[in-house]
C-alpha cells in the first residue's frame, strides 16, 4: 500500500508559476514510476508527466513541454511538479499517482489549481 499526499496547489493568474509536491509513504520499495495526471471539469483525466524510478528518465505530454518539469527528492520521499507559464487551460485538479512493479495504482487525493486569465 502506498500513500501519496499533493500540495501546493492555488489561484495564480496567467504567465504565472505554482510548485505541486507529492509526499510519498508506505510501501514504497516496489514503485516503478510516479507521475502525475489532471481532470478539469467535464472532461477526461489527463496524464502530464512521469518520472521512472530506474534511471529518473521523464516523460510529458506535449501541452505542458518546456513549461512543466517533474522531479523527485528520495531523501525526502517528495515528487514535484513545477509549473511555470500557467496558462488558463491549465486549471485542474492535479492527481499524484505512483505503479509498482506488480502494476498496482495508487492516487492521492488531489490538489486545485486555478489560472485566471
Not at 502506498?2 to 510501501?27: I, T
Not at 502525475?36 to 505530454?61: H, I, L, M, N
Request: glycine share 12%.
Amino acid at each position: 500500500q502506498v500513500h501519496l499526499v499533493e500540495s501546493g496547489g492555488g489561484l495564480v493568474q496567467a504567465g504565472g508559476s505554482l510548485r505541486l509536491s507529492c509526499l510519498v509513504s508506505g510501501n514504497t520499495f516496489n514503485i516503478n514510476t510516479m507521475g502525475w495526471y489532471r481532470q478539469a471539469p467535464g472532461k477526461q483525466r489527463e496524464w502530464v508527466a512521469s518520472v521512472f524510478s530506474s534511471g529518473g528518465r521523464t516523460s510529458y505530454t506535449d501541452s505542458v513541454k518546456g513549461r512543466f518539469t517533474i522531479s523527485r527528492d528520495n531523501t525526502k520521499n517528495t515528487v514535484y511538479l513545477q509549473m511555470n507559464s500557467l496558462k488558463p487551460e491549465d486549471t485542474a485538479v492535479y492527481y499524484c499517482t505512483s505503479v509498482t512493479t506488480r502494476g498496482l495504482d495508487s492516487w492521492g487525493q488531489g490538489t486545485q489549481v486555478t489560472v485566471s486569465s
